[in-house]
């Protein structure tokens, strides 16, 4: 088939490769030239494991090319919707200003029998809305909305072999044709099995933000335990494991720690509580702003555990961060917690010098006064005490005895509950965790 993507971010470029893998012929669009000329030389704009070797396949095939201009996408069957829905500025709603320009724009391409899909996450309304507009002026063309679950990290693979798929489509004679054409695109994924909901516009589109919110709440649910242990001296980790037995509960998304941020969840459940708030049902998702301030107070109890380590103050000292993205595999540091500590720390009198395996060059863009360094070695010379705050896999294995060789304290705050607590004590470090006991 002949596919569209507009938008080219982590969501649109990792579709639009994987599509093209899936067979089928795909350009991607996106206003942003510079973007698109790394990708259609097989660049990628940004850090996602898998996802270059997957656009040097796609591009090399044939099947997969990219445009600044949104009249390549004509005479495409299908036109996927993958732009972004930031958070307004001054404000908890999302910013549909990007979906709609990009919906206009494809107006003036789209023929009767194309279907336009969006796959960006709106307030529940916007699909209905946007499809009576797509019919008003296209007649014969339809809109279908198909939320996309991709995690940063494992986009690749998530896009090619989704744990579900969710289709919004018309609730009138030309959702079976929408249902159909879809199914086509998603062939071998359909093929596979993979559990499909076919529904209306309105579900589809609050599985994305629910979904979002269940996992935000799950990891609040664990901080909040987390800050109760922190009273009482209990173990939030052997907490967690615990309950996670209860196979009710499952133990993924129980980590404690510094909490969630990236672009998704902290945006998506303030979205939510907006348009439940328009729809006059904001009683219902008033437990997500308890769910949001539970995890902007780990950043600050991080900050107040590092100056309680660091004797009661900041100033002067040393301070080694390991980790600036919002989570290990990514570059991603849009409301990262790793970064909010560490510029707290940095604007609170420490000197913190940053490391972090691919996030370095967009934290300098953003906070040019932290020293940055490229090995976690580096960045812990003469260091008074180690933040560890994303959890890469380069940090987890450190060597307890080797590093505490360049410190000038041997002093460890784990704030993703990631370390091991035994070697690194064994090694002579005291060990501070969020929401776990002190070193005796
Ligand atoms: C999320 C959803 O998982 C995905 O389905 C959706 O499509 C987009 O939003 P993503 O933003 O890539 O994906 O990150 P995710 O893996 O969900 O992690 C979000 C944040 O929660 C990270 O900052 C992570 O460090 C934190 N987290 C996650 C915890 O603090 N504890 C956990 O147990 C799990």
């Not at 507009?6 to 206003?31: F, K, N, P, Q, R």
């Not at 307004?88 to 724009?105: F, H, M, P, T």
Request: hydrophobic share 45%.
């Amino acid at each position: 088939m002949k596919l569209s993507v507009i938008g080219c971010g982590y969501l649109g470029a990792v579709h639009a490769a994987s599509m093209a893998e899936l067979g089928h012929e795909v350009v991607g669009v996106d206003v942003d030239a510079a973007k698109i000329e790394l990708l259609a030389t097989g660049r990628t704009p940004f850090f996602e494991p898998g996802f270059e070797e997957l656009l040097t396949t796609s591009l090399g095939s044939g099947r997969l090319r990219f445009g600044a201009d949104l009249a390549e996408a004509a005479g495409c069957q299908i036109h996927f919707v993958c732009v972004g829905t930031p958070q307004k500025r001054g404000e908890y709603a999302a910013d549909l200003q990007y979906v709609e320009a990009a919906i206009e724009s494809l107006l003036g391409v789209l023929q009767p029998g194309e279907l336009l899909v969006g796959k960006s996450t709106v307030p529940v309304g916007t699909a209905a809305r946007l499809s009576e507009l797509v019919v008003e002026k296209v007649p014969g063309a339809a809109l279908a909305w198909n939320p996309e679950f991709l995690r940063e990290g494992f986009a690749v693979q998530d896009t090619l072999h989704p744990d579900r798929l969710v289709y919004g489509i018309p609730q009138d004679e030309t959702g079976a044709a929408a249902e159909a054409l879809l199914d086509e695109v998603y062939a071998p994924i359909v093929a596979a099995g993979t559990p499909k909901v076919v529904t209306d516009y309105a579900t589809a589109e609050m599985v994305k933000t629910a979904a979002n919110s269940f996992l935000a709440m799950k990891i609040s649910f664990i901080n909040a335990m987390a800050e109760l242990c922190e009273a009482t001296g209990a173990d939030v980790k052997q907490l967690a494991d615990a309950i996670g037995y209860d196979d009710r509960i499952g133990r993924k998304f129980l980590n404690a720690g510094l909490g969630f941020g990236g672009g998704c969840l902290p945006k998506d459940i303030r979205a939510f509580m907006a348009r439940a708030g328009e729809l006059g049902a904001d009683q219902a998702l008033t437990f997500l702003r308890e769910v949001d301030n539970i995890n902007m107070r780990r950043r600050i109890r991080m900050v107040e555990l590092a100056r309680e380590v660091l004797d009661g103050s900041l100033l002067g000292k040393r301070v080694a961060v390991l980790g600036a993205a919002f989570k290990p595999e990514s570059d991603d540091i849009r409301d990262s917690p790793a970064l909010n500590v560490a510029a707290q720390l940095q604007l609170q009198g420490a000197n913190v010098v940053l490391t972090d395996p691919a996030a370095i060059e967009n934290c300098k863009r953003q906070w040019p006064q932290i020293d940055y360094a490229d090995t976690a070695e580096e960045a812990a010379k003469g260091a008074d005490a180690v933040l560890l705050l994303t959890e890469w896999k380069q940090f987890r294995e450190l060597d307890p005895v080797a590093f505490g060789r360049v410190v000038r304290q041997k002093r460890v705050l784990d704030g993703r509950n990631a370390l091991d607590r035994d070697k690194w004590e064994a090694a002579g470090w005291s060990y501070r965790a969020l929401g776990r006991r002190h070193s005796s």
